[in-house]
């Protein structure tokens, strides 16, 4: 069994920043694709940022020159660094992961979600 937990969400002002994390427990091998999510009210889950085992990060254009995804391969935790927060911003950011699994199985994980609110 595998568990991703998420912190770091909160309150913050227009234009403040906050850093989201995400550790990956349990039962893994390896984790290939690690990224977050993000579900606004009365929106759909929609991608955020993901990076890859190497390195290789993708961003929604919504967010891209403000937030920065990364990773602790030795800590099997992913990070997000976000600046510049606008109100559009404000939504339940969820970790996900492909796992590895010690059978040689690919296993998707989700968190059980942060919520970020931007507001003054």
């Known amino acids: 069994q595998v568990q991703l937990v998420e912190s770091g969400g909160g309150l913050v002002q227009p234009g403040g920043s906050l850093r989201l994390s995400c550790a990956a427990s349990?039962?893994?091998?390896?984790?290939?694709?690690m990224g977050w999510y993000r579900q606004a009210p009365g929106k759909q889950r929609e991608l955020v940022a993901t990076i890859m085992g190497a390195g290789r990060t993708n961003y929604a254009d919504s967010v891209k020159g403000r937030f920065t995804i990364s990773r602790d391969n030795a800590k099997n935790t992913v990070y997000l660094q976000m600046n510049s927060l606008k109100p559009e911003d404000t939504a339940v950011y969820y970790c996900n992961a492909v796992i590895t699994t010690p059978r040689l199985q690919y296993l998707e994980v989700w968190g059980q979600g942060t919520l970020v609110t931007v507001s003054s």
């Open positions: 349990g039962s893994i091998f390896s984790i290939n694709t």
